[in-house]
């Protein structure tokens, strides 16, 4: 997969490139990874004297949610939210919610994210809480006793929490790493080559060090030619940094050390070694650089760039692998969406000649109605069709929510913040195997309402 470019970025100028772990350095096999965050969180919270036992017993439907997405915890639905802020599509349990009821709750509003009834699916691991949430909603809406929608929210954020900080889940991975984890040997590819090029490279992950160690063991060292272990690669390592506060509050480094795994404060250098904790501050004065020298890429569009650029201006990257199959989407609706366009193009003809003719009338002269019938009669066709050939476009992408990058015809909030805020995107991190360390991204010049010249023609 190409490399994605929204701002200019010389990688000749980056002397530094720190990376996220999981579903960074590390890919995971999404859908089985959500399903057992999804049955372990439905477990525990059927345990509770406040949820019916029928819970433990939700089936994971994959579909159901998708990056991007946000719960209105206000009113329990899940909602796809376009770059304006507005609500395209709303779904109050496993059901769409009905156009005029959307109308009453959303049309007066723009969603804010600062808002806190609202709640970003800003990670592949948020799918899990979206299908989850959007389920007990359906539960109480069938008459199962359950605590309010915004309890239910943050009941299924919590525990989905607790699972990922005492070791429920990653317990789980380390037993079989095979089947939830991707191997991609260009990833250490990759790497090494960076190094060739007198990179630093280091890692800033929230996991713990105990399995980094063991999810890097597995998924990097079989695939290293030029160094023994990636302890070897890596200038720096820092775990459970808990971002994003790593890169907005000062906390203090404890050293690691790698053969005992035993923990010491440290307040020399950060210059090299493996660390839990810590902060940019300290980390970005010790190594030396200015922000623009340091590239650092994530999948979490708020706690690995959103955040990076408000608070050190790092050079960022997104990692965003839901798009891999949106874009074998696009691929394979392409002759569809160019039929759509062409017959925009004809729409939009039909539109300037009805324009005309409407504006002499309004001037005085006479225009016959049987000269304007057939032109509406000939758009209402045309709109037909139209009509048709999205609903063969839609059937590309996700049956509940379509594309992750789009809301109708406008660019998603997601959309909005991935351009906003990353230099550049890409499916996977192995996608930079196929560039060089020294690679010039441009972006192509954006065109403008204005600059369109169909419209100016």
Not at 221 to 232: A, G, R, S
Not at 289 to 312: A, M, N, P, Q, W
Request: proline share 3%; hydrophobic share 35%.
């Amino acid at each position: 997969m190409p490399v994605f470019i929204n701002r200019v970025l010389n990688m000749k100028n980056i002397k530094v490139i720190g990376f996220d772990m999981d579903y960074t350095l590390v890919r995971y096999h999404t859908e089985a990874f959500e399903k057992l965050t999804h049955s372990l969180a439905a477990h525990r919270l059927a345990d509770r004297p406040d949820y019916p036992e029928e819970v433990k017993h939700l089936d994971f439907d994959f579909q159901r949610a998708s990056v991007g997405l946000v719960i209105d915890k206000r009113n329990g639905n899940l909602l796809q939210v376009s770059r304006h802020g507005k609500v395209k599509i709303a779904f109050h349990g496993l059901e769409v919610l009905d156009y005029h009821k959307q109308q009453i709750i959303y049309q007066e509003m723009a969603i804010d994210l600062r808002d806190p009834d609202f709640q970003s699916l800003d990670t592949s691991f948020a799918i899990s809480y979206g299908v989850l949430f959007s389920q007990l909603v359906q539960m109480k809406s069938d008459g199962f006793s359950l605590p309010d929608y915004r309890h239910l929210a943050e009941d299924v954020n919590h525990e989905i929490d607790i699972l990922h900080q005492d070791d429920s889940i990653k317990s789980r991975l380390r037993t079989d790493f095979d089947r939830y984890v991707i191997k991609d040997p260009k990833v250490a590819g990759m790497l090494e080559r960076y190094r060739d090029y007198g990179k630093k490279l280091m890692i800033i992950t929230n996991s713990d060090y105990g399995y980094t160690r063991q999810l890097l063991d597995y998924a990097l060292n079989p695939y290293l030619k030029k160094h023994k272990t990636w302890q070897d690669l890596f200038d720096i390592v820092i775990t459970f940094a808990e971002k994003p506060r790593f890169f907005e509050q000062k906390g203090r480094f404890l050293r690691i050390d790698p053969k005992t795994e035993l923990m010491s404060n440290h307040t020399e250098a950060v210059d090299s070694g493996i660390y839990q904790g810590g902060n940019f501050h300290k980390l970005q004065q010790d190594l030396g650089f200015s922000g623009s020298e340091i590239l650092y890429l994530g999948d979490h569009i708020y706690g690995d760039v959103v955040s990076i650029k408000k608070t050190c201006n790092w050079r960022t990257a997104l990692v965003l692998g839901d798009l891999e199959d949106e874009i074998q989407g696009l691929k394979k609706s392409q002759s569809v969406q160019e039929e759509i366009n062409r017959l925009m193009g004809e729409k939009l003809i039909l539109e300037k000649e009805i324009n005309i003719l409407d504006s002499k009338r309004f001037e005085g002269e006479n225009i016959p109605r049987s000269r304007l019938t057939p032109l509406f009669d000939k758009m209402d066709g045309l709109n037909t069709r139209i009509s048709d050939l999205l609903g063969q476009y839609k059937a590309f992408f996700n049956p509940y929510w379509g594309e992750i990058l789009r809301a109708g015809f406008d660019e998603s909030r997601y959309a909005e913040q991935v351009e906003k805020y990353a230099c550049i995107y890409m499916t996977k991190v192995s996608d930079l195997y196929e560039y060089s360390p020294k690679t010039y991204f441009r972006p192509f010049r954006r065109v403008m309402p204005h600059e369109d010249m169909t419209l100016l023609s």
